[in-house]
């Protein structure tokens, strides 16, 4: 289980690669670079969406959803929620609008571990990330038999 609160990108990179056993003269190869280079990306915190989109498909995983589910999880509560509201009807935004909330498998397991564990109360979970408490509960009638401890 990761921490998606810091999201060490290069070093997700690097276990993945790992994982897949892909030598890194085959990396240079697809990425035209030295194996400095590749060996730096595995020490950098952050990296170019054009360079994580070539990560992503080589290692067919989307490692963009990392930062969604960050932002799912993380990102603070809006402080006046009205005020937010009035201002998107005045002027409407050229850039595309997705739903806030994003729950994937990986999120839900996240969240019900938490409780599993004890680290957490249903309460902290719903208040902190902002869950709806009818769908925590349907979570946890629904996937607590199928989360390991």
């Not at 952050?46 to 989109?53: E, F, N, W």
């Not at 957490?120 to 902002?130: F, H, P, Q």
Request: net charge neutral; with cysteine; charged share 30%.
């Amino acid at each position: 289980m990761m921490d998606l609160k810091q999201i060490n990108i290069g070093q997700l990179l690097e276990n993945s690669v790992k994982e897949n056993h892909i030598e890194i003269e085959s990396l240079c190869s697809i990425f035209n670079c030295e194996a400095k280079d590749i060996e730096q990306m595995y020490n950098s915190d952050t990296l170019d969406t054009d360079i994580l989109i070539k990560w992503s498909q080589l290692l067919q995983y989307d490692f963009f959803r990392l930062y969604s589910q960050h932002l799912v999880l993380y990102a603070p509560p809006s402080a006046n929620r009205y005020n937010q509201i009035e201002i998107k009807k005045e002027v409407k935004s050229q850039e595309p609008q997705f739903r806030k909330n994003i729950y994937t498998k990986e999120i839900i397991e996240f969240i019900i571990r938490r409780i599993n564990k004890g680290e957490m109360t249903r309460e902290e979970i719903i208040s902190k990330y902002r869950i709806p408490k009818t769908t925590l509960y349907k979570w946890l009638y629904k996937y607590n038999k199928y989360i390991e401890e």
